[in-house]
């Protein structure tokens, strides 16, 4: 299973769900007949009746997903799909779905928490939920992400003054 997207908001009164894209290119949304929606830790298969690009947000109809109610509970829930054509990547490229569950470590090898899950911005941002499920969010760049090691599941980030929240940044 491929991490596509996650469900931001509902549009209309049908059911119709909106997705931000975490692929590049986006416009590969379009392509999918089904799709797989992780909702309370559990992935359920939808087909797609309508899929369409509008504005920066891809607006789903769902089979079964047929009012606004339904689609409200999905809010928050990411999108997965069975398979994609993987491009090659790149020496220092991730996929999305091989990074969320990995453990991050500061440089000085204490457990910072473990990767959640990834927003698309204009960098990319880890976001890191420690022991008591606090999240923090560290922009995914080479200076504050110098290591990522997939086989032994760990990611080495540069804690820099007022990067986490419990250090306060000098006054």
């Known amino acids: 299973m491929f991490l596509i997207g996650t469900i931001v908001s509902t549009f ?3 059911g119709d769900i909106k997705i931000n ?4 290119p986006p416009d590969l949304l379009l392509k999918f007949d089904s799709i ?3 909702h309370y830790e559990k992935k359920q298969e939808f087909s797609v009746l309508m899929a369409k690009r509008h504005k920066n947000i891809y607006i ?3 089979e079964g997903v047929n009012d606004m109610n339904v689609a409200e509970d999905l809010i928050g829930s990411s999108v997965y ?4 054509d993987i491009k090659e990547l ?5 996929f999305y779905h091989d990074l969320v569950g990995l453990t991050v470590y500061s440089e000085s090898g204490d457990v910072v928490g ?4 990834i927003l698309k911005a204009g960098n990319d941002v880890l976001v890191i939920k420690d022991d008591a499920g606090k999240e923090m969010m560290i922009p995914f760049v080479d200076e504050l992400v ?4 997939l086989n032994d599941k760990s990611i080495t980030i540069n804690t820099v003054k007022g990067l986490l929240q419990d250090e306060k940044p000098n006054s």
């Open 12 to 14: 209309g009164i049908k």
């Open 21 to 24: 894209p975490l692929i590049t």
């Open 36 to 38: 797989f929606v992780e």
């Open 60 to 62: 789903f109809s769902l």
């Open 81 to 84: 799909a069975a398979n994609i």
């Open 90 to 94: 790149k020496e220092n490229e991730f």
């Open 114 to 117: 473990i990767v959640d899950h």
């Open 146 to 149: 110098p290591e990522v090691n």
